[in-house]
Every structure is written in structure tokens, then in C-alpha cells.
């Protein structure tokens, strides 16, 4: 694995792994700790989805998870219950970035 590239931690993946959807019928997923780490690299690097290095596994696989979750809200729940699984922190920071640029 290169040390340039993103992948989550063994820490945050035990914590991710148990509210991954189970039990849907077809196809075998393949390696959820993979194409999700493809996923938060591109996210974080802003690439096109089509860059994401080949480590990750195809583009086309790393999109088509992320777009199909997103569309059966399964980010939001596993983001909902990994939030709800731990105390909450006595501060909290979010980095919304956002600049508008006018001509005046």
C-alpha cells in the first residue's frame, strides 16, 4: 500500500465494518475496506472519479458504490450510527470552506 495514497486506519474501520449493509441479495461486493478508502480519496483529493489510482480497485466500481449508497442514503446511516456510537466531544469543529468571489 502506498503511502501516498489514503486508507482507513485499522481503528476506523472496526468501528465502520459493523454498520456496513449486509444480506443484499446478488453479487458479492468486493472489498468494502478498499473501494471505501478509493472513495474518501477522492473526496478528499477532489480527483475525477475516473483518476482514482488503480490500487482502490476500478473506477467504475469505486463510483458506482458511492453513487448507489448515496442514492439508498446508506452514508447518512452509517454515518448516524457511528456518530450515535461514541460520546460526544466537549468541542466540535467543521471546515465548511466556502468562498464566493463578485466583480465588486
Known sequence: MSKSL???SDEAWSAMEPHLPRGKAGKPRVD????ISG???VLKTGCRWRDVPAAYG???TIY???NRWSQRRIWQRIFEKMAAAGPVPDELSIDSSHVKAHRS
Do not use: A, G, S
Not at 468494502?32 to 473501494?35: F, K, L, Q
Open 58 to 60: 476500478p473506477p467504475t
Open 39 to 41: 472513495i474518501l480519496h
Open 64 to 66: 458506482n458504490r458511492y
Open 32 to 35: 468494502d475496506r478498499r473501494v
Open 6 to 8: 489514503f486508507w482507513l
